[in-house]
């Protein structure tokens, strides 16, 4: 029972970082890239 109300707040909470992690690398590729074609033009 009390594993059980545990677990739903730890997995909503790491997926959430997951997510925003991955939003973050995302948003740094897309920097890099877009320097990178500023840059090379």
């Given at each position: 029972m009390?594993?059980?109300?545990?677990?739903?707040?730890?997995a909503r909470r790491a997926s959430a970082s997951i997510l925003?992690?991955?939003?973050?690398?995302?948003l740094l590729g897309v920097c890099a890239m877009t320097a990178y074609n500023l840059l090379a033009a």
């Open positions: 009390v594993g059980g109300l545990l677990g739903g707040p730890l925003t992690t991955a939003f973050g690398i995302l």
